[in-house]
């Protein structure tokens, strides 16, 4: 079963917002203080034309899955490398979200949390998510997208009054370096578009407008600025103190109690979110994984993502300093490439495929004249 053009914008407008709202802001402003904004405003557009590239090639190649693309493109052994690159990556991407998400819980709604109490539900729950295949994801997502995207906005609306402009000034104080510094060592956070490689095949484009997925990108990134807006405006130069973007701007809002009868309800979709996120890269990992080994039943690849993910969950629990590996720049140089470099490896191994078809087909044409003649 396919999704419609409408899902897959819906999809990539909430991978894009998906990791920005929890530490990114936070651990960016170290690098990159009051300029943190502008770093996330490139990266994003960066990540809008990648998604804009791949979803153009996604129509050329129609039917055709990502597998069968690379193979009749580039190869067997550089499809294979790619989709172990590819994998990696998403790895990475789950065990963001889950250490995010953790921490996330803790500290907004429970003070003495069993771990085992939040990751094995969550696990399940993606594991029966990647069972089900991308239509019932993106199913989900359309019902909760626009819940959670009018709860930002609420809860960043509430606070725009007490926001001073005054610290995002003075602009570029320590000149670009920071600025590239930043974007690197937080690429990790980026590289928003890529899991739309996965998902050749399984998009129908039948009454497809690109206006849409436009609207959904451009209104992504505005809605990342506009609460980083507050959340450094509120902050200043205490932004790295605040751990979680949302759930912290929530609470400076609230009169009555830690968190108001509207916002404790944002703060609990935005936990739906970002399960329905794991879902989407736990799908994609599956795909890739059985796409590089040749492996035909994915239940088993399910399980072993499952029980990986319950490993890695385990050992960022007993190691305090697990989070540094999120910095790694091994990790960012692994996000660049499979961002900047894969796209344009299916670009070039699509123009020449068609170069060589179109070379069969006039020679065959050619034999058909003489044999006419």
């Known amino acids: 079963m396919k999704i419609n053009y409408r899902q897959l914008s819906i999809m990539v407008f909430l991978s894009f917002i998906s ?12 690098t990159s203080g009051n300029m943190s904004w502008l770093v996330a405003l490139v ?3 960066i990540d809008g034309l990648y998604a804009f590239m791949l979803v153009g090639l996604m129509k050329k190649c129609k039917d055709k899955n990502i597998n069968e693309f690379l193979i009749n493109t580039v190869g067997v052994v550089l499809a294979k490398i790619i ?16 250490k995010g998400l953790e921490f996330f819980v803790v500290e907004n709604f429970y003070d003495d949390f069993n771990w085992l109490i939040y990751v094995l539900p969550l696990i399940i729950l993606t594991g029966f998510m990647m069972y089900k295949g991308i239509r019932n994801i993106a199913r989900v997502e359309e019902m909760f997208c626009w819940a959670i995207t009018i709860g930002c906005i609420y809860i960043a609306l509430k606070c725009i009054t ?18 590239f510094h930043s974007a690197f060592k937080h690429y990790s956070w980026f590289g928003s578009a890529t899991f739309l490689i996965m998902l050749f095949g399984k998009v129908d484009f039948t009454n497809a407008k690109k206006s849409v997925l436009i609207k959904y990108v451009v209104f992504a990134i505005l809605l990342v600025q506009f609460l980083y807006f507050v959340f450094y405006g509120l902050f200043d130069t205490t932004s790295p103190t605040h751990n979680f ?7 400076f809002s609230s009169n009555e109690s830690i968190i108001d009868e509207l916002s404790w309800l944002v703060v609990s979709l935005w936990v739906i979110a970002q399960a329905l996120q794991l879902a ?17 039943a994915k239940i088993p690849v399910i399980i072993a993502i499952d029980l990986l993910m319950f490993s890695l969950g385990y050992i960022g629990e007993k190691t305090v300093n697990f989070e540094q590996f999120f910095f790694n720049p091994a990790v960012s140089a692994l996000f660049i490439f499979n961002e900047f470099v894969i796209p344009f490896i299916l670009l070039i191994g699509y123009g020449v495929k068609r170069k060589k078809d179109r070379r069969k087909a006039k020679v065959v044409e050619d034999e058909s004249i003489k044999i006419v003649v």
């Open 19 to 30: 990791l920005k709202f929890l530490a990114l802001p936070s651990v960016m402003y170290i």
């Open 43 to 45: 990266l994003m557009i």
């Open 83 to 98: 989709f172990i690159l590819l994998s990696a990556q998403f790895i990475i991407q789950i065990i963001n979200l889950t």
């Open 162 to 179: 007490c926001t001073d402009p005054r610290a995002f000034l003075p602009m570029f104080k320590d000149g670009v370096a920071p600025l």
């Open 245 to 251: 973007c949302l759930s912290d701007v929530s609470q």
């Open 280 to 296: 989407v890269y736990g799908y994609c990992l599956v795909l890739s994984v059985m796409f590089a080994f040749n492996i035909k």
